[in-house]
């Protein structure tokens, strides 16, 4: 069995060493290792972070590893999330009417290349039940209005939690998160939106660049938090564009940015690659 260990603390000798020999004393075998520390900031002082991917034998299972570590863990004031890598987390996705990143996770994960385990496709349109139908994933349809908005979010919340879902990714999903509904799923919602921000709020973005004559836009995938477009970030990519491209041409570009971007961060979290560390993450490699 495959376990994959992300842990913190203050940095400080002997933490390798401590982390490796109880692997080792519970007869696991560490197949990849990696390792970051913050500096010293003048606030929090320097922190330790460490990705250990290892193999634990039969008889050993993640919740006895974890018993058995936990003196370790408090020793050290470790932080410490274990995940046995061959469990895929229980997702659900939210979109609204653009279909490009829906679609594009859709093929990700029927090919096998996201390793998750989706439950559940919730929109607020009724636009693509027939692919999700076609794929044999549910499809839930929840209408929304600013009247309706704080019983459609029970509804939502409700729907995730009879389907168990553990990770929600926004694919394009096109409504503000109320305080309430981020926190039943701290760190656990990522959305993805064009990197124009704080410039260009709101309609048509691209249109607004386009009259600036920006030379480079981009997408930003990140957590979701009380503050919907500034939680930690975890992934970014962007491109050089020049005057000659259209408001059709930027916005195409766009959307090719976002579902690449929005796909980078959600196999980053499912294979246990990030750590947050207040309001940035550490994506390991």
Known sequence: MSSVLLLSCPDQPGIVAATAQSI????????????YVKADDGETGSVFFQR?????????????????????????????DLRDSAVPIPTAIMAS??????????????????PMDLRVVVSNHPDHEGICTHMGIPYVHLPVTRETKPEQ???????LDEHGVELIVMARYMQILSDDFVSHHPMRIIN?????????????????????????IGATAHYATADLDEGPIIAQDTAHVSHRETVAQLTS???????????RAVAAHLEHRVAVHGHRTIVYN
């Open 24 to 35: 080792a004393d519970n007869g696991g075998n560490i197949v990849h290792a990696e390792q």
């Open 52 to 80: 250990v991917v290892f193999d634990l034998a039969d008889s050993v299972t993640n919740a006895s590893f974890q018993t058995a570590f936990a003196p370790t863990a408090e020793e050290l004031d470790m932080t410490v």
């Open 97 to 114: 009417k653009q279909p490009h990143c829906l679609y594009d996770l859709l093929i990700r994960w029927r090919s096998g290349e996201l």
């Open 153 to 159: 979010e029970r509804q939502v919340l409700a729907t």
């Open 192 to 216: 993805i939106h064009h990197s124009f921000l704080p410039a260009f709020i709101g309609a048509n973005p691209y249109r607004q660049a386009h009259e600036r004559g920006v030379k480079l």
């Open 253 to 263: 570009r766009g959307r090719d940015l976002e579902t690449v971007v929005l796909a």
